[in-house]
């Protein structure tokens, strides 16, 4: 620990079972932020906030965006991935973070001035937070229960939910898949490598990079060949998840596998026995094999992706399923739907779980009409009485609260009536940081169609 000009707390514990006399005093050491990167061999600059823009910060909101900054202090200058210090409008420290000179976000707050000051260990020390909150991340899952002997599939680190703003790890059997969409991830490439490998089990590590992401973060990897970064893992791996198997390839959609989906699968296992049922947009099978695994007679898939329902396909052996009782088909959601329509073709429940129509707020109202028009569809092949489950993953969509309307809009359109079953979001391996909202994504409804 660096040694500045530290200042002395007391502190006294009395101990109830003690005899009264018995009081233990202890001393501690705090030291600043300041003092810290005072005396930091690299110098560090201070990214000082407007008046009036600080509190959003201290409130434990991750990323200072540059319309909330004054100055930058100090030379030379920070560059793309360093260690700032940022600070009110006095010039005082409120915390540390990771500078990006090209982002709209120009740092990502890491540690809060308190907790740097109660464990100084991890202040402006990438390499020992980043193996601090992995470690954290680790216990939680296992407080989760994750992983078990009937899933070994599920989200490690949660990005702002795991306090690690850019970083996502997916856990699937020993493979650990890292989606990276901040620049300081990369930058840290090696050293997060090292703390994921020291992971009891985990024996290859993956690196994807969302290239458009890191477009915006200023980096701009689309020259450098394969950017799924498999190093010595193999292509496909196999993982169970509820007790059901599956595949997945390391150059699948996302980081192969929607572990967000996890519970809201199980609970179509629950409703399915002898029911007829659909998954739209169903990937590599997903709620279609919870349905089946639960009892449905008769499950079908629909998804435009041949290589999620070749992979599909290959579940339903690898679980010993009934391909006369489930089956996918290529083909686009709504034209499927619309076939149905004429067709006259009903089913009990409904599963629709399109991709995210709404990657940003700008095409919020373009992805509502997207959104309606799906819905009035699968509301319209939802046998009168039955379910229908249907999802966003549109973080536009779950942060702007409409997608009930958008669902009423929807109910409308079709000349039915619904009402509201369950409401969820991703599983509980998502965790979600209460001062960054944007990290709530998943919406998934379950509506009786009437
Ligand atoms: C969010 S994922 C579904 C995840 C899946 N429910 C699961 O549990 O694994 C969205 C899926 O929609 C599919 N998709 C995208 N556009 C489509 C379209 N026009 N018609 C049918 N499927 C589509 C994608 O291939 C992807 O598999």
Redesign the pocket.
């Given at each position: 620990m660096v040694v500045g000009s530290r200042f002395l707390m007391s502190r006294t514990f009395s101990l109830a079972a003690a005899p009264p006399t018995a009081t233990i005093t202890t001393t501690t050491t705090t030291t600043t932020l300041q003092e810290i990167a005072s005396n930091h061999p690299k110098g560090i600059a201070k990214v000082v906030l407007k008046k009036g823009k600080t509190q959003l910060f201290r409130d434990g909101s991750p990323m200072v965006y540059s319309g909330a900054v004054d100055r930058i202090i100090g030379r030379p200058p920070p560059i793309t991935g360093d260690a700032v210090l940022v600070a009110d409008g006095t010039e005082k420290p409120i915390g540390w973070g990771l500078y990006n000179s090209v982002s709209m976000f120009c740092v990502r707050l890491m540690q809060l001035e308190d907790e740097a000051t109660r464990d100084p260990s991890c202040a402006l020390n990438v390499e020992r937070l980043l193996e601090n909150r992995i470690n954290a991340a680790v216990t939680l899952r296992e407080q989760l229960g994750l992983p078990s002997a009937k899933t070994n599939a599920f989200r490690l680190v949660n990005s702002e939910g795991d306090r690690l703003s850019g970083l996502i790890v997916d856990i699937f059997g020993d493979e650990a898949v890292v989606a990276s969409s901040a620049a300081w991830v990369e930058k840290y490439k090696q050293q997060i490598r090292v703390c994921i490998s020291k992971i009891n089990n985990i024996n290859h590590i993956t690196w994807r990079p969302s290239l458009e992401i890191l477009k915006e973060e200023g980096l701009d990897l689309s020259d450098s060949g394969n950017h799924v970064d498999l190093s010595n893992s193999p292509r496909m791996i196999k993982v169970v998840e509820n007790g059901i198997a599956y595949l997945i390839s390391m150059e699948g959609?996302k980081t192969g596998?929607?572990a967000d989906?996890r519970e809201n699968?199980k609970y179509i296992s629950t409703i399915s026995a002898g029911k007829k049922v659909l998954?739209?947009?169903?990937?590599?099978?997903?709620?279609a094999l919870n349905a089946a695994h639960g009892g449905a007679i008769s499950v079908t898939g629909?998804?435009?992706?041949s290589p999620?329902l070749d992979i599909a396909k290959e579940n339903i052996i690898l679980n010993n399923l009934d391909s006369t009782t489930i089956s996918f088909k290529r083909?686009?959601?709504?034209?499927?739907m619309k076939t149905a329509i004429h067709n006259g073709e009903s089913w009990d429940i409904v599963?629709l779980?399109?991709?995210?129509l709404a990657p940003r707020k700008k095409v919020l109202q373009n992805a509502s009409g997207m959104y309606r028009n799906l819905n009035s569809l699968a509301m319209q092949i939802t046998r009168r009485g039955g379910l229908l489950m249907t999802?966003s993953?549109s973080g536009a969509v779950t942060q702007s609260g409409k997608f009930l309307s958008i669902l009423q809009g929807a109910a409308s359109m079709a000349g039915r009536k619904i009402t509201v079953i369950r409401q969820a979001g991703a599983a509980c391996d998502h965790p979600i940081d209460p001062s960054y909202p944007e990290g709530a994504y998943l919406s998934n409804f379950l509506l009786r169609v009437l």
């Open positions: 959609q596998f929607y989906q699968r998954d739209i947009c169903c990937y590599t099978g997903g709620f629909v998804d435009s992706s999620a083909q686009d959601a709504t034209a499927f599963i779980d399109p991709p995210k999802c993953c």
